[in-house]
T-cell receptor
Framework: KQEVTQIPAALSVPEGENLVLNCSFT??????LQWFRQDPGKGLTSLLL?????REQTSGRLNASLDKSSGRSTLYIAASQPGDSATYLC????????????????FGQGTILTVHP | DAGITQSPRHKVTETGTPVTLRCHQT?????MYWYRQDPGHGLRLIHY???????DKGEVSDGYSVSRSKTEDFLLTLESATSSQTSVYFC???????????FGQGTRLTVV
């Protein structure tokens, strides 16, 4: 069974700092990995999607990397701002024996990020 | 975000009553999913659909059923609500298997 772990569980940093969130998964047979942001009481907002054949994706101040063989992904946030405060979730799509699993995602527990002014 | 609307957004119901949650999408996405989010468990898949009238069970499907009679609507039914089904329920959609997944705003369900 695929297990996804996110470290740290919580992180508090001063504004302007660069930071890294970690995601690890136990089964490397994935077809993609997606990072989400969740604000309190809200839904999930997609940040970045990395296909299994890709090494990284960038969007603005965000950069996500994927090392499928070692079962790791990182989300790098540059020049953090108070508005970045949220819970960050990673989710992997697992390939089954038939070559797909209908787009089902397995989620980590999330990292709660607080950026203080 | 794929125009996903969940209804109701909040609901309080009594143990033993049936409850139906609705997910409506406007982007003609083929794949639709229901997840629940609970402290300590994260998000877990309840049921999913890979086309009209094509559905299957997820990780935590006991006590839930789904129906999809139209591309745009995916219904989640709790046949007889229990307190363990108190949770926040999220609907998600994606166009294709390898494309981005989008989530609705969630439905907070309380079973008393």
């Amino acid at each position: 069974k695929q297990e996804v772990t996110q470290i740290p569980a919580a992180l508090s940093v001063p504004e302007g700092e660069n930071l890294v969130l970690n995601c690890s998964f136990t089964d490397s047979a994935i077809y993609n990995l997606q990072w989400f942001r969740q604000d309190p009481g809200k839904g999930l907002t997609s940040l970045l999607l990395i296909q299994s054949s890709q090494r990284e994706q960038t969007s603005g101040r965000l950069n996500a990397s994927l090392d499928k063989s070692s079962g790791r992904s990182t989300l790098y946030i540059a020049a953090s701002q108070p508005g970045d405060s949220a819970t960050y979730l990673c989710a992997v799509g697992l390939l089954n024996a038939g070559g797909t699993s209908y787009g089902k995602l397995t989620f980590g527990q999330g990292t709660i990020l607080t950026v203080h002014p | 975000d794929a125009g996903i609307t969940q209804s109701p957004r909040h609901k309080v119901t009594e143990t033993g009553t049936p409850v139906t949650l609705r997910c409506h999408q406007t982007e003609n996405h083929r794949y639709m999913y229901w997840y629940r989010q609970d402290p300590g468990h994260g998000l877990r898949l309840i049921h999913y659909s890979y086309g009209v009238k094509d559905t299957d069970k997820g990780e935590v499907s006991d006590g839930y059923s789904v129906s999809r009679s139209k591309t745009e609507d995916f219904l989640l039914t709790l046949e007889s609500a229990t307190s363990s089904q108190t949770s926040v329920y999220f609907c998600a959609t994606r166009q294709g298997l390898y494309t981005e997944a989008f989530f609705g705003q969630g439905t907070r369900l309380t079973v008393v």
